[in-house]
Each structure stands twice: as C-alpha cells, then as structure tokens.
C-alpha cells in the first residue's frame, strides 16, 4: 500500500524541490564566477524557474506511469506463469501446467530449502491452472485480477459483477463528490475549457454555463467509468485492448500483453497523475494575461465588481433615508421645529466644509502663527 502510494504523495514536495535543486546547479555551471546570479523574484529568475519546473513534472509524471507498469510487470499473471496466450485453450492450458509440473514439484526437488520454494511455486501453478480451465473465475480473473478469487461467495457471472459494483462503485462516487467539493472550494480553479470570447477567469454562476464551461477532469472521469463499465460488462476483451494496445506492445517492445484489469489498473493510477501533474502544469501553459486583463485582475475593476459596488450603494442609501427618517420622526408634525433644525443643520454644514477647506485652514493657520502669545482676543496687530 505505502509503495502504491508513495509517488502520488511525492507530487506535493517533490517537483518544487528537485526544481530548487536543479536551478541552483544550472546557475553553477552555467553562469561564470563573478557574476551576479539572477535573484528570486527576477522576470529571470522566474523564467528558468518555470521551464525547468515544466521538465521536471513532465519527467515525474512519465516516471509514476512507469512505476506503475513495472509494478504490473512483477505481479504478473496466471497466462505468464502458465507460459501460455491469453487466448490460449484448455488444452494448451493443461499442457503448460504438466510442463511446469513436473520441474517444479516437490517431490522432483531433493534439497529442503528449494523443495519449500518450489512447493509455493507448484501451488501458485496449480492455482492458475484451476482459474483457468473454470470459465467463471477466468472472466472474472481477467477483469478484476487476482483479487476476484478471494470472493467466495460469488458463483456466477452476475455475482462478481454485482460483487465489483459494491467494491468499486463507492469508489468513484467518493471521487466524484471529492472533485465537487474542491472545485466548489475553488481549490481546482485551473483546467477549465476556454470560453469562445478568451475569458479564462469566468465563474460557473449556473447550471447553463456548465456546458461550454464543463471541466476536463469530468470529462476524463466520464471516460474511465465508461471504459471499465465496458470492459468488465463484456464477454470479450475491449477492442482498444486487443486491436491497438497489445499489438504495438507485442510487435514493438517486450512488454507481455495487457489483460483488462491490468488495462484497468493502469488508466486510473495514470489519469490520477495526469490530474495531479496538470493541476501543477496549468499556471505555466496559461498564457500570459495582457495589461488590460492584469488591471482587471490585479487592479482594475471588472462588470461583476461593479455591479457588486452599485448594489452596495443602492443598500446603503436606503438604510440612510431610513435612519434619517426615524431621526426625523419626533420633529414631525412641527414646522417652526423642523424649518430650526433645518437651518441650524445647514449652518452646521457650511461652518464645517468651510473649516475642513485646504486654503480657508491654512488662511487660519497664518493668522493664528502671526498673533502674539497672550494677546486678548480683538486685539489689533502692532505692525
């Protein structure tokens, strides 16, 4: 499990650090003794942080594929232990075994330790012979691995696949309201299609903006319950399987041919480093925004923003006018009251915006500063 595991963790520390690493060594060998080194924060220093940062996620999401099949590729398989096709028959089947029987049993082995070795070894065979002949557990076999034969309870057909719906079903629904939640949260901002006007920063307000604006994780979730629905539903092999993947593999490499849980072990470990390497790769393929649109972002203030602002005021006038109102509301009734207050609060008016004026304030200012300490008020100036 920790094995399985440990490259998908290393995607939270890893690139940043091998990056750091990497820049540092570059700038060692690259730039001569003596001369300045671009500094964090420099348009250069960040334009060789970026490029090397794209390298080295390229390089570790091709290293976790990889991982991933090599993984495969020591588990092996019944048909491999067999020395057998995929396709082969019950009696090519039964012929690997009695092959492999007679080298590996125990009583052909004189020594203790390697009779103990190839006793685990005959059982394993035998094992394999078993699943195969019996066509039930072969489909199951081939679509759910290994694991499948740990289901005892299940007889038919029907029984693993309800059974896989109740193992793996969970599953996909968990990460489906996972990716809601950190999109809602805004934690999956990037990978979202690009509008037809170039806006790359629109939210999803409604239902109906879904549809131009749907996300490429769902759409590649879609595609990989799609493809393991189908092949585990089917009585045969996906096509994609047995007319394109396993024919290059055969012809072109040493890689034994896939079978379809293998197929299927290996699309969602490699969709699940896809996700996470252009979650990291996003900021660095976007394109750089134009002024306009960094004063929008940064600075500037968009339609929405100044709606958000209209709506504000309208709130806050009419909160005013109430609170005014509920001042007003003794001196009601009352005209010499309410002409007083009126004029009174006029007269409040100007003596403020005369005192808080810039030129009356520094006029006030010099004639204070000329008057001498002590002087009654009224007093005139000697000059």
């Not at 991933?68 to 020591?74: S, T």
């Not at 307000?205 to 490429?216: C, I, L, V």
Request: hydrophobic residues 40%; aromatic residues 10%; contains cysteine.
């Amino acid at each position: 499990m920790s094995a399985t595991l440990l490259p998908f963790i290393g995607w939270t520390f890893l690139p940043n650090l091998v990056t750091g690493w990497i820049q540092s060594i570059y700038y060692g060998f690259s730039i001569r003794a003596g001369d300045p080194k671009p500094q964090p924060g420099s348009p250069r220093y960040v334009k060789h942080r970026q490029r090397i940062l794209f390298i080295v996620i390229v390089t570790y999401l091709l290293y976790t594929i990889y991982e991933v099949d090599d993984q495969l590729r020591r588990q092996g398989s019944f048909y491999e232990s067999l020395g057998v096709a995929h396709d082969a028959g019950d009696r090519a089947i039964k012929s690997g075994f009695r092959r492999l029987a007679a080298k590996h049993h125990p009583d052909k082995v004189t020594a203790s330790g390697d009779r103990t070795v190839s006793g685990g070894h005959f059982v394993h065979l035998k094992l394999a012979q078993d699943t195969l002949l019996n066509p039930t557990q072969r489909f199951a076999y081939d679509r759910f691995g290994p694991d499948a034969l740990n289901w005892r309870h299940c007889s038919s057909i029907s029984d693993y696949l309800f059974e896989a719906l109740v193992k793996f079903g969970p599953t996909y629904l968990g990460a489906g309201i996972m990716m809601a939640i950190l999109g809602i949260t805004g934690y999956l901002q990037w990978g979202r299609f690009v509008s037809p006007e170039g806006s790359c920063s629109r939210t999803l307000d409604s239902e109906a903006d879904m549809t131009p604006f749907m996300k490429w994780r769902y759409l590649f979730s879609v595609l990989l319950l799609i493809l393991e629905f189908y092949t585990i539903t089917r009585p045969y092999w996906p096509p994609v399987l047995n007319n394109a993947i396993n024919p290059i593999l055969i012809r072109l490499t040493s890689h034994p041919p896939l079978l379809p849980f293998q197929l299927l072990v290996l699309a969602r470990k490699t969709t699940l480093s896809i996700f996470i390497a252009l979650s990291q790769l996003g900021p660095l393929l976007q394109p750089k925004p134009s002024v306009s649109a960094t004063f929008s972002s940064t600075g500037g203030i968009n339609l929405q923003q100044l709606n958000r602002i209209e709506q504000i005021t309208q709130a806050t006038e009419v909160e005013a006018t109430r609170l005014l109102g509920l001042d007003m509301a003794p001196f009601l009734g009352d005209e010499q009251i309410v002409d007083d207050l009126k004029a009174k609060l006029k007269e409040w008016l100007v003596q403020n915006t005369i005192r808080n004026d810039p030129e009356v304030r520094d006029a006030m200012g010099k004639v204070m500063g000329r008057r001498r300490l002590g002087v009654p008020a009224g007093a005139r100036i000697a000059r």
